[in-house]
């Protein structure tokens, strides 16, 4: 293991200590972003940049805004109830620690050098993937052909993780929209500044552009439709930042989402097991290749690139509509 990524894994234990050690919403919401930012140059340095950019969008940026709520609905009484101490928490993290401590060590020091890898697969993809499908990303050649079964799979299931959380959410609280964020006592809502209006509304459609970028060059740089669809996801929830509560929710359809979300994963689908209809192979291209490193090739890596980008960006808003939900104020009549 290089000296590189030993100083990652340190400043990955680090940033993952902060964060299970940090109880003040705030904070919580910086160590989080810091985790994030951490954990995006590990993959870099793994050589995963697609994995980087969900990372850096994900973690570092939309999950540290949802803090933002909560620290408003939450309240005191509410961190009161959460039925577990610091000292509790210390504990268990250091029992964790301890268990699993063993096999980190063991697996780090057993890793590669950076840049270098012992598995003949990559060496495979890499020779025969560019004159087979016309792609010079190969993670894309991977997921949306070579095991574009298994892709499949996984995208199912964030399709069914979204909805079960959208019942359970749903379920308990309905499904009328408010307006107005909820509020409990001790804790304010702060007032949005129109430095923070004015970042929330140019940086919301900039992060949505760069996800789209990503997902229409994936076949060509790092970057794909669940990495893509993430960073547009993500870029939904800026616009909190610049309209208000209301004005984001007036913006934000749960009806479009669930429409993408489902859409995607259903033309996935029909892209895999439509050739096998007409005595074709799972997932055969049936479409022109195109010419190399030009923005139309592949074949249908295309449509399933864009088919999962669609789903991720619609699952990943409607899970952030359901989280934002569970902070508004109720009205009249509601239970």
């Known amino acids: 293991m290089s000296v590189l990524l030993a100083v990652l894994f340190l400043l990955t234990a680090a940033a993952g200590t902060g964060v299970v050690l940090t109880r003040q919403p705030r904070r919580q919401a910086l160590a989080l972003g810091v985790n994030g930012l951490v954990l995006s140059l590990l993959f870099m340095a793994?050589?995963?940049p697609d994995v980087a950019f969900s990372e850096l969008a994900v973690g570092t940026a939309a999950v540290p805004l949802l803090f933002r709520p909560r620290e408003c609905a939450g309240g005191p009484a509410a961190e009161r109830r959460s039925g577990m101490s610091r000292n509790a928490r210390i504990v268990l993290f250091a029992l964790a620690v301890l268990a699993l401590l063993p096999a980190v060590v063991?697996?780090?020091?057993q890793m590669p050098q950076f840049g270098n890898h012992p598995l003949p697969y990559g060496d495979a993809i890499n020779r025969d993937a560019p004159q087979e499908r016309h792609v010079t990303n190969m993670v894309t050649a991977v997921n949306f052909d070579y095991r574009g079964l298994d892709t499949l799979g996984e995208e199912f299931m964030l399709f069914c993780a979204v909805t079960g959380a959208v019942m359970l959410l749903r379920g308990s609280r309905g499904e009328n929209v408010s307006a107005r964020a909820g509020w409990a006592p001790g804790r304010p809502i702060p007032a949005r500044?129109?430095?923070?209006?004015?970042?929330?509304?140019?940086l919301g459609p900039l992060l949505m552009l760069f996800g789209t970028y990503v997902v229409v060059h994936a076949q060509l740089t790092p970057g794909g439709g669940f990495q893509g669809g993430a960073i547009i996801g993500s870029g939904l929830l800026l616009y909190y930042l610049g309209e208000g509560y209301g004005g984001w929710r007036r913006l934000v359809r749960s009806r479009i989402l669930l429409a993408a979300e489902a859409g995607g994963a259903a033309a996935f689908a029909l892209a895999g097991f439509g050739p096998m209809l007409v005595g074709g192979k799972f997932l055969e291209n049936v479409l022109p290749l195109g010419q190399m490193k030009a923005l139309l090739s592949g074949g249908l890596i295309l449509v399933v690139n864009g088919a999962v980008a669609f789903a991720v960006a619609g699952g990943f808003g409607l899970l952030f509509i359901e989280f934002m939900e569970e902070t508004r104020a109720e009205e009249g009549g509601e239970k």
């Open 193 to 202: 500044t129109e430095a923070i209006a004015l970042i929330g509304r140019w």
């Open 46 to 48: 793994l050589q995963a």
């Open 106 to 109: 063991r697996v780090s020091l």
